[in-house]
C-alpha cells in the first residue's frame, strides 16, 4: 500500500521537528563533553525515564514480540518479561549506587573499583567491545526492522532503507548530543505509542479478525493466549517442552546471570548513562522505576494483539510472500508480520503509524549512538590517546564517531535476517557474565580478572555454540540448553579465576567504598582492614537498606506482573481475573510507596 500525500506530509512535518530540536540544543551541547553526554547532569526523573522506554521501544521489539507471539504463543513473552527482576533490583539498589560514583560512563567505573593495569586494559576493551561490537550488533538488529517495514510499506530496497534512516538520526543526534535525544525521545515516545495503539485498534477490527471476540475465539489464535507457558495436550502437560524454556529457564536462571542491553544486571549502557544524567540519586531511581513500569506494564500488549491477529489474515509465511512478493526470502520470517499488518491503515493513519515507527527507529539508535560514542570518546580516546584534549575536541570525536558506528551498524542489517536471530546471540554471548555484575559491588573479592575471564569465555563458549558446533553435524541444541551450558562454563571459570588472583588493593578498595556507600557483609574484610589500619571507614550505608531495597525489588515486580496480567485478562474478557489482579497490583504499590521512602537517597 503507497502512503498518500497526507501521509507523507505528517511524516515529514515529524522530520522537521526532530531536526529542529537537534539545532536548537547544537551549541549548548557542543559547549563541554559533560554537556554532550550527559546533559550537564542536572535532568529530572520524568524526562530520563520516557527516554529509558522511548530508547528500548524500537522498530525491531515489536518484530520481536511478533515472531515470538507467532511461535511461542503470548506466554513466550517471558523471555523478555523476566528481565523485570533485574530492572526492579537496578531501581531500589542499583540506581543511586551509579548516582554516587559520578563517572561519566558505565566503563569508567572500572578504574574506580579496580586497580593496575587489567583494570587499564579492562576499561579500553569494554569500551570498544560494548561500544562497538556489541553496540552496532543491537543496532543492526534495529535496522533490520527498519530494513523490513520499508520493504513492506515503502517498497524500498534494504540499502535505499539504511541510507535514508541514517541520515536524519546522525544528524539531529550527533548535534544535540544527549539533551537532544532527551528531548526528542519524549516526543518519539508520544508517537511510537499512539502508533501502537492505532495499529492494534485497526488490526482487531479487520473483518477477517472481527473484533476482540472474533480474535480470541479463532483457532489460529486459541493455543496462543496462555500467559503461563503450560499446554495441556491429550497425552498431559507438555512440561519440558514450555513452561522449562520459557518461563522457568528465564525466571531461575536468565535475568541475574546474562548481560543484555537495557536490562543488565545491576544496570549498564545507556541505562546508566541516563541514571548519571540524573539530578540526584531520587530522580535516577524515579527514572528507572518509570522506565520498568512502561516497559513490561504498559507497551506489550499493543504489539500482542497485532501479533495474534496476524496468525489469522497471515496463518504462515507463504501467505505473507504470496502477498509481498518483492521481499526477499532471506528476511521472509514470522517477525514481517507486524509491518505487514500495517499495510492494513488507512490514508492519514498510516502516515502517523509510519511516523511513530520512525520514531521509534530514531529514539532508540540516537541513544545507542550517543552512548557509544561516549565509550570512545571518554573511555578509550580520552583516556589512552589524548588525556589534554580539548572539551572541542572531544565532541568532534563524538561526532565523528556517530557517524562510523551508524555505517557499520548498516552493514550488520544487511547481513541479520531476523530479530530473534539477533536476541539469541547477544543473550548466549552475555551468558554468565551477569552475576559479575551483581556481585562486584557488594563483594570486595571481584577483580579485573574475574570480568576479563567472564567476557572471553562467555564469548568463546558462544563461538562455539553458534558457529562451530553447527558445523560438527551434532544437532542443534534448544535455545535454553545453549544458555544454561554458557552460564554454567562462563560462571565456574570467572570464579575459579577470582579466587587465584589478587583483588584490587586496598587504597582502591576504600577509597570505591568511600565514594559509592554500597555497604553488605562482602565488605567486613576491607572494613576491618581498614580500622587496623588506623583509617576507618566512617561512611557507610544504612542499616538495612540493602534489605530493604531487595524487598522494595519483590514488591515492584509484583506489582508489574499483576499489572500485565491484569490487562491481560480484561482484554481476553475475564473481568474477574483482571479485576483480581489489578487489585493486588493496587495492594502492591500502596505497599511499595510506604517502604520506598525508608531507603537512604538524596
Not at 521472509?332 to 511513530?356: E, H, N, Q, R
Amino acid at each position: 500500500m503507497a502512503l498518500q500525500m497526507i501521509d507523507w506530509l505528517i511524516v515529514a512535518a515529524f522530520f522537521a521537528v526532530i531536526l529542529l530540536v537537534g539545532v536548537l540544543v547544537s551549541k549548548r551541547a557542543g559547549s563541554s563533553s559533560a554537556e554532550y553526554f550527559l546533559g550537564g547532569r542536572s535532568m529530572p526523573w520524568w524526562l530520563l525515564g520516557i527516554s529509558m522506554v522511548a530508547t528500548t521501544f524500537s522498530t525491531d521489539t515489536p518484530n520481536l514480540v511478533t515472531d515470538i507471539v507467532r511461535n511461542d504463543g503470548v506466554s513466550g513473552n517471558w523471555l523478555w518479561w523476566a528481565f523485570l527482576l533485574t530492572g526492579m533490583l537496578t531501581v531500589f539498589v542499583y540506581a543511586k549506587l551509579w548516582r554516587r560514583s559520578s563517572v561519566m560512563t558505565d566503563i569508567e567505573f572500572y578504574e574506580i573499583r579496580y586497580s593496575g593495569r587489567p583494570a587499564a586494559f579492562l576499561r579500553a576493551f569494554r569500551a570498544i567491545y560494548l561500544g562497538v561490537f556489541f553496540n552496532v550488533m543491537i543496532m543492526g538488529a534495529v535496522s533490520l526492522a527498519a530494513i523490513k517495514i520499508g520493504g513492506v510499506l515503502l517498497n524500498y530496497s534494504p540499502m535505499k532503507t539504511i541510507l535514508v534512516a541514517m541520515v536524519v538520526t546522525v544528524v539531529y543526534c550527533g548535534l544535540g548530543g544527549i539533551r537532544s535525544v532527551l528531548i526528542t525521545d519524549f516526543i518519539l515516545f508520544t508517537f511510537a505509542m499512539f502508533g501502537a495503539v492505532t495499529a492494534a485498534v485497526v488490526a482487531c477490527r479487520l473483518p477477517e479478525v472481527g473484533g476482540l471476540a472474533g480474535l480470541f475465539s479463532h483457532p489460529n489464535v486459541a493455543d496462543k493466549l496462555s500467559l503461563i507457558p503450560v499446554i495441556r495436550t491429550d497425552q498431559g502437560f507438555k512440561f519440558l517442552d514450555t513452561f522449562v524454556p520459557v518461563m522457568l529457564i528465564p525466571i531461575a536462571v536468565q535475568w541475574w546471570s546474562v548481560w543484555y542491553p537495557g536490562a543488565e544486571p545491576g544496570g549498564g549502557g545507556y541505562l546508566v548513562q541516563r541514571m548519571l544524567s540524573a539530578k540526584n540519586e531520587k530522580n535516577a531511581m524515579g527514572a528507572t522505576l518509570l522506565f520498568n513500569a512502561c516497559h513490561y506494564a504498559l507497551r506489550p500488549w499493543p504489539w500482542i494483539l497485532v501479533a495474534l491477529a496476524s496468525l489469522i489474515v497471515f496463518p504462515d509465511l507463504a501467505s505473507i510472500k504470496a502477498t509481498f512478493p518483492h521481499v526477499a526470502d532471506n528476511i521472509l520470517k514470522d517477525d514481517i508480520a507486524y509491518p505487514a499488518m500495517l499495510t492494513f491503515l488507512k490514508p492519514g493513519f498510516m502516515g502517523v503509524v509510519v511516523a511513530s515507527l520512525i520514531a521509534a527507529y530514531m529514539s532508540t539508535m540516537a541513544s545507542h549512538l550517543n552512548w557509544g560514542s561516549s565509550y570512545i570518546v571518554n573511555d578509550f580516546y580520552r583516556r589512552f590517546f589524548n588525556p589534554q584534549a580539548t572539551e572541542r575536541k572531544l565532541v568532534f570525536v563524538g561526532r565523528a564517531s556517530t557517524i562510523g558506528l551508524m555505517a557499520l551498524a548498516g552493514v550488520i542489517a544487511l547481513w541479520l535476517e531476523n530479530a530473534l536471530q539477533a536476541f539469541h546471540i547477544l543473550l548466549q554471548i552475555g551468558a554468565g557474565t551477569g552475576l559479575i555484575f551483581i556481585l562486584r559491588w557488594f563483594w570486595w573479592r571481584i577483580n579485573a580478572w574475574t570480568e576479563i575471564t567472564g567476557m572471553v569465555v562467555s564469548f568463546a563458549v558462544a563461538l562455539y555454540i553458534e558457529v562451530i558446533y553447527p558445523k560438527l553435524g551434532y544437532a542443534v541444541l534448544p535455545s535454553y540448553m545453549k544458555l544454561i551450558i554458557g552460564v554454567s562454563i562462563t560462571t565456574v571459570s570467572w570464579l575459579i579465576v577470582t579466587l587465584l588472583t589478587r583483588p584490587a588493593d586496598d587504597k582502591t578498595l576504600r577509597a570505591f567504598y568511600r565514594l559509592v556507600r554500597p555497604g553488605g557483609n562482602g565488605w567486613k574484610s576491607v572494613l576491618a582492614r581498614a580500622a587496623q589500619d588506623g583509617d576507618p571507614i566512617v561512611h557507610t550505608a544504612t542499616e538495612g537498606d540493602l534489605p530493604r531495597g531487595i524487598l522494595c525489588m519483590v514488591v515492584g515486580c509484583m506489582a508489574v506482573y499483576s499489572a500485565v496480567f491484569s490487562a491481560g485478562y480484561f482484554l481476553y474478557g475475564s473481568m474477574l481475573y483482571g479485576s483480581i489482579f489489578a487489585a493486588a497490583a493496587a495492594v502492591a504499590v500502596i505497599f511499595l510507596a510506604s517502604i520506598w521512602g525508608k531507603l537512604e537517597m538524596k
